[in-house]
Protein backbone atom coordinates (compact mmCIF):
# COMPACT_ATOMS: atom_id res chain seq x y z
CA UNK A 1 0.00 0.00 0.00
CA UNK A 2 1.65 2.99 -1.23
CA UNK A 3 1.53 6.58 0.89
CA UNK A 4 -0.51 8.18 -1.99
CA UNK A 5 -3.27 5.50 -1.12
CA UNK A 6 -3.01 5.81 2.44
CA UNK A 7 -3.31 9.56 1.61
CA UNK A 8 -6.64 9.64 -0.32
CA UNK A 9 -8.31 7.09 2.36
CA UNK A 10 -7.45 9.34 5.34
CA UNK A 11 -8.52 12.20 2.98
CA UNK A 12 -11.92 10.47 2.18
CA UNK A 13 -12.70 9.40 5.55
CA UNK A 14 -11.90 12.94 6.65
CA UNK A 15 -14.31 14.78 3.91
CA UNK A 16 -17.03 12.04 4.87
CA UNK A 17 -16.57 13.22 8.90
CA UNK A 18 -16.76 16.58 8.38
CA UNK A 19 -19.52 16.26 6.01
CA UNK A 20 -21.55 14.35 8.97
CA UNK A 21 -20.45 16.66 11.69
CA UNK A 22 -21.39 19.99 9.83
CA UNK A 23 -25.12 18.81 9.46
CA UNK A 24 -25.37 16.91 12.95
CA UNK A 25 -23.42 18.94 15.22
CA UNK A 26 -25.96 20.50 17.69
CA UNK A 27 -24.04 24.43 18.20
CA UNK A 28 -24.66 26.15 14.28
CA UNK A 29 -21.12 27.73 14.92
CA UNK A 30 -19.64 24.44 14.74
CA UNK A 31 -21.68 23.72 12.08
CA UNK A 32 -20.29 26.88 9.86
CA UNK A 33 -16.64 26.13 11.30
CA UNK A 34 -16.94 22.22 10.18
CA UNK A 35 -18.88 23.11 6.72
CA UNK A 36 -15.78 25.64 5.94
CA UNK A 37 -13.01 23.35 7.04
CA UNK A 38 -14.98 20.61 4.56
CA UNK A 39 -14.38 22.90 1.63
CA UNK A 40 -10.86 23.48 1.86
CA UNK A 41 -10.48 19.24 2.35
CA UNK A 42 -12.90 19.13 -0.49
CA UNK A 43 -10.14 21.64 -2.23
CA UNK A 44 -7.21 19.21 -1.24
CA UNK A 45 -9.36 16.46 -3.00
CA UNK A 46 -9.95 18.20 -6.31
CA UNK A 47 -6.08 19.12 -6.08
CA UNK A 48 -5.35 15.54 -5.73
CA UNK A 49 -7.82 14.55 -8.90
CA UNK A 50 -5.75 17.08 -11.32
CA UNK A 51 -8.57 19.99 -11.42
CA UNK A 52 -6.77 22.67 -10.12
CA UNK A 53 -9.33 25.46 -11.65
CA UNK A 54 -12.07 23.46 -9.41
CA UNK A 55 -9.99 23.37 -6.70
CA UNK A 56 -9.31 27.25 -6.73
CA UNK A 57 -12.97 27.55 -7.06
CA UNK A 58 -13.91 25.24 -4.50
CA UNK A 59 -11.25 27.50 -2.21
CA UNK A 60 -12.88 31.08 -3.08
CA UNK A 61 -16.35 29.78 -3.58
CA UNK A 62 -17.09 27.18 -0.83
CA UNK A 63 -14.63 27.60 1.51
CA UNK A 64 -13.94 31.35 1.52
CA UNK A 65 -16.47 33.33 0.28
CA UNK A 66 -19.60 31.33 1.95
CA UNK A 67 -18.22 30.90 4.94
CA UNK A 68 -17.75 34.60 5.68
CA UNK A 69 -21.51 34.69 4.56
CA UNK A 70 -22.41 31.78 6.69
CA UNK A 71 -20.55 33.77 10.00
CA UNK A 72 -22.02 37.25 8.84
CA UNK A 73 -25.59 35.38 9.69
CA UNK A 74 -24.85 33.69 12.35
CA UNK A 75 -23.38 36.57 13.95
CA UNK A 76 -26.70 38.74 12.91
CA UNK A 77 -29.29 35.69 14.01
CA UNK A 78 -27.14 34.94 17.70
CA UNK A 79 -29.11 35.69 20.82
CA UNK A 80 -28.26 38.55 22.31
CA UNK A 81 -28.10 38.97 26.26
CA UNK A 82 -29.32 41.94 27.79
CA UNK A 83 -28.84 41.64 31.03
CA UNK A 84 -26.40 39.15 33.32
CA UNK A 85 -28.85 36.81 35.35
CA UNK A 86 -26.62 36.63 38.69
CA UNK A 87 -27.30 32.67 39.50
CA UNK A 88 -26.14 32.86 43.12
CA UNK A 89 -29.53 32.74 44.90
CA UNK A 90 -27.63 33.44 48.35
CA UNK A 91 -26.58 36.76 46.51
CA UNK A 92 -30.28 37.91 45.52
CA UNK A 93 -31.86 40.64 47.63
CA UNK A 94 -35.09 40.52 48.86
CA UNK A 95 -37.69 43.45 48.64
CA UNK A 96 -39.89 43.26 51.85
CA UNK A 97 -42.94 44.24 50.08
CA UNK A 98 -42.63 40.62 48.08
CA UNK A 99 -42.43 38.69 51.76
CA UNK A 100 -45.78 40.47 53.05
CA UNK A 101 -49.04 38.40 52.88
CA UNK A 102 -51.63 40.41 50.76
CA UNK A 103 -55.35 40.12 52.93
Known amino acids: MSLMTIF???LILSILTLGWMS???ISLFRCIVFFV???L???IAWGQLGAFDVAIAEAAIGAGITGALLLAAWNRIRPRHSKEV?????????NPSDTKEHV
Open 86 to 94: DRNPASAKI
Open 8 to 10: DAL
Open 41 to 43: LAT
Open 23 to 25: IFS
Open 37 to 39: CLG
